[in-house]
């Protein structure tokens, strides 16, 4: 371990391996990663990576993602990711990555819910994320430090010098030139949740600790097919492919019962989906399927190659079995509010990118697939902005050691009873009084004897909660029931 680095990077997913790949040779950088460095979101990703298919096609990318952002994006941030998302892809290729191909050996896009054209490239089938994330590790030149988690930032007059983690039971501190955080989304904090374990929302409790503003909180995606009938935390998505390419939602007599919510049905933008699902169950009791039965098995298995052994390796024989599903928890459109360079306004030498970061591309609600490309584009920009302004002068300052306990007995339950309080009244379908009750424990749990770890999950919800009673009309993915 060196004493001084030029760059630290916390996260090891397409965010953080991104910036590092796109930062000079000749720099010291350090990824810190809080498990094994293919435990992050990036690694379960299945659909693909959404870009324009030409420089024409850019301006119809925009125009769904602002559609499906619902008035909320920040229009500049979306022109830059739709832009340079051909430039970011092409850089990709270019590199040696792979992305399927159709049978004349053209790039095969796909299509997914609310895009107006087939424009997703996927990898692997439906490994996209695995296939980019095995790339991204083995173009990766400089360390990774595993097992590491980042407890809090060095911050002092509004500059950060660096970070405080845990690794091997120790406490340290690490100084850098330039911080950035890429450590993912929240899911943790929802009892039913697609995302892998290390995204516990961390990074947003330790920013919130500083003053430092996250924004569009209330903005929760949750995925409207998932088999949630399994033990552990991460439930098993069943990609937006699927319904793009033909699969249908249906109840336990083969009703499609979307076709009551919205005419576009399977294909409406995902919150629509999760919506109509998440009430139809609670009014009818019915059980939920995903039928598949419009693919063949030798496409499915060549096409959904994950999907097909995950779900026989829990007793489903697809596509000729129905899956029972439920929506769950998926995705984070807001974040820690930063620029178009992924610069923290409130503190120098700060930055964040990915799915932590909230540079206004994704607004009210994220347009499928966009996630990944946003991971691409942003990361090289804050590779740019890191190497222009790595020269400015900065003073060396120690900091004391983080000292308050990290976990106390009894943080487990808590963390139980955060999830579900979050799933029952932070979730898909929203109301008053419920955020409410859930402020109220909130803060009961953090005023309680309990550890700093377990606080900055509370700190997390709490924002969420917060931007859920601010916004008083539903809008894009935050549904609020008996609007006032
Ligand atoms: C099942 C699934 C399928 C998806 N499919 C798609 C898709 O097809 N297309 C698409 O565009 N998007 C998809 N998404 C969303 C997309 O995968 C994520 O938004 C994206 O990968 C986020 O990348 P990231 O680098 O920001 O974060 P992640 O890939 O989640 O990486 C976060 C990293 O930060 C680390 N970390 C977290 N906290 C700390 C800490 N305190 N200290 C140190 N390290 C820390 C984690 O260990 C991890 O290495 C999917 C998501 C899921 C869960």
Same mark, same amino acid.
């Given at each position: 371990?060196? =004493?001084?680095?030029?760059?630290?990077?916390?996260?090891?997913?397409?965010?953080?391996? +991104?910036?590092?790949? +796109?930062?000079?040779?000749?720099?010291?950088?350090?990824?810190?990663?809080?498990?094994?460095?293919?435990?992050?979101?990036?690694?379960?990703?299945?659909?693909?990576?959404?870009?324009?298919? !030409?420089?024409?096609?850019?301006?119809? #990318?925009?125009?769904?993602?602002?559609?499906?952002?619902?008035?909320?994006?920040?229009?500049?941030?979306?022109?830059?990711?739709?832009?340079?998302?051909?430039?970011?892809?092409?850089?990709?290729?270019?590199?040696?990555?792979?992305?399927?191909?159709?049978?004349?050996?053209?790039?095969?896009?796909?299509?997914?819910?609310?895009?107006?054209? +087939?424009?997703?490239?996927?990898?692997?089938?439906?490994?996209?994320?695995?296939?980019?994330?095995?790339?991204?590790?083995?173009?990766?030149?400089? /360390?990774?430090?595993?097992?590491?988690?980042?407890?809090?930032?060095?911050?002092?007059?509004?500059?950060?010098?660096?970070?405080?983690?845990?690794?091997?039971?120790? %406490?340290?501190?690490?100084?850098?030139?330039?911080?950035?955080?890429?450590?993912?989304?929240?899911?943790?904090?929802?009892?039913?949740?697609?995302?892998?374990?290390?995204?516990?929302?961390?990074?947003?409790?330790?920013?919130?600790?500083?003053?430092?503003?996250?924004?569009?909180?209330?903005?929760?995606?949750?995925?409207?097919?998932?088999?949630?009938?399994?033990?552990?935390?991460?439930?098993?998505?069943?990609?937006?492919?699927?319904?793009?390419?033909?699969?249908?939602?249906?109840?336990?007599?083969?009703?499609?019962?979307?076709?009551?919510?919205?005419?576009?049905?399977?294909?409406? =933008?995902? !919150?629509?989906?999760?919506?109509?699902?998440?009430?139809?169950?609670?009014?009818?009791?019915?059980?939920?399927?995903?039928?598949?039965?419009?693919?063949?098995?030798?496409?499915?298995?060549? $096409?959904? =190659?994950?999907?097909?052994?995950?779900?026989?390796?829990?007793?489903?024989?697809? =596509?000729?079995?129905?899956? /029972?599903?439920?929506?769950?928890? #998926?995705?984070?459109?807001?974040?820690?509010?930063?620029?178009?360079?992924?610069?923290?306004?409130?503190?120098?030498?700060?930055?964040?990118?990915?799915?932590?970061?909230?540079?206004?591309? #994704?607004?009210?609600?994220?347009?499928?697939?966009?996630?990944?490309?946003?991971?691409?584009?942003?990361?090289?920009?804050?590779?740019?902005?890191?190497?222009?302004?790595?020269?400015?002068?900065?003073?060396? %300052?120690?900091?004391?050691?983080?000292?308050?306990?990290?976990?106390?007995?009894?943080?487990?339950?808590?963390? !139980?009873?955060?999830?579900?309080?979050?799933?029952?009244?932070?979730?898909? %379908?929203?109301?008053?009084?419920?955020?409410?009750?859930?402020?109220?424990?909130?803060?009961?749990?953090?005023?309680?004897?309990?550890?700093?770890? %377990?606080?900055?999950?509370?700190?997390?919800?709490?924002?969420?909660?917060?931007?859920?009673?601010? $916004?008083?009309?539903?809008?894009?993915?935050?549904?609020?029931?008996?609007?006032?």
């Amino acid at each position: 371990m060196k =004493p001084y680095y030029d760059v630290l990077i916390i996260g090891s997913g397409v965010a953080g391996l +991104n910036t590092a790949n +796109n930062l000079k040779d000749d720099l010291n950088v350090l990824v810190l990663s809080k498990d094994y460095a293919w435990e992050c979101n990036t690694f379960y990703a299945q659909g693909g990576v959404a870009v324009a298919v !030409n420089k024409d096609d850019v301006a119809l #990318h925009v125009k769904d993602t602002l559609e499906a952002g619902a008035g909320l994006c920040t229009k500049e941030a979306v022109e830059v990711l739709c832009k340079e998302g051909i430039y970011s892809v092409e850089k990709l290729i270019e590199q040696g990555f792979w992305f399927d191909r159709d049978k004349n050996g053209e790039l095969a896009y796909t299509k997914e819910a609310a895009h107006s054209r +087939n424009r997703v490239l996927h990898a692997g089938g439906d490994a996209t994320g695995r296939e980019l994330h095995y790339f991204l590790m083995k173009s990766l030149k400089f /360390p990774i430090l595993y097992n590491t988690q980042v407890i809090d930032l060095l911050i002092e007059d509004g500059v950060c010098y660096g970070v405080c983690v845990r690794h091997d039971k120790k %406490i340290f501190n690490i100084y850098a030139k330039s911080v950035v955080i890429a450590s993912g989304g929240v899911g943790s904090l929802y009892e039913y949740h697609t995302n892998s374990r290390t995204i516990s929302a961390d990074m947003h409790g330790v920013c919130l600790k500083h003053g430092i503003e996250l924004r569009d909180m209330e903005m929760m995606q949750f995925h409207p097919t998932v088999f949630v009938k399994c033990s552990w935390a991460r439930k098993q998505l069943l990609s937006e492919a699927l319904r793009g390419e033909g699969a249908k939602v249906v109840d336990s007599h083969g009703r499609r019962f979307l076709l009551d919510y919205d005419s576009r049905a399977e294909l409406s =933008p995902r !919150n629509i989906v999760s919506e109509a699902i998440f009430s139809y169950q609670q009014s009818t009791n019915e059980e939920i399927f995903l039928d598949l039965s419009c693919f063949s098995k030798s496409y499915f298995k060549k $096409r959904f =190659p994950s999907i097909y052994f995950n779900m026989k390796n829990l007793g489903y024989d697809l =596509p000729m079995q129905k899956i /029972p599903i439920s929506p769950a928890f #998926h995705y984070a459109m807001g974040g820690i509010k930063t620029d178009l360079d992924g610069k923290i306004q409130s503190v120098r030498d700060l930055y964040a990118v990915g799915e932590v970061a909230s540079s206004g591309v #994704h607004g009210a609600n994220r347009l499928a697939s966009n996630s990944l490309l946003e991971g691409l584009v942003f990361s090289i920009r804050v590779a740019k902005s890191i190497e222009k302004d790595l020269n400015l002068d900065k003073k060396k %300052i120690k900091f004391p050691l983080f000292e308050k306990k990290l976990v106390k007995k009894g943080d487990k339950k808590l963390k !139980n009873e955060l999830r579900k309080l979050m799933w029952k009244n932070a979730g898909i %379908i929203r109301t008053q009084k419920g955020l409410i009750r859930a402020r109220q424990r909130v803060n009961d749990m953090l005023s309680m004897d309990r550890g700093e770890l %377990i606080k900055l999950r509370l700190l997390c919800s709490k924002e969420i909660i917060e931007s859920g009673l601010k $916004r008083k009309s539903s809008l894009g993915a935050h549904y609020i029931k008996g609007e006032n």
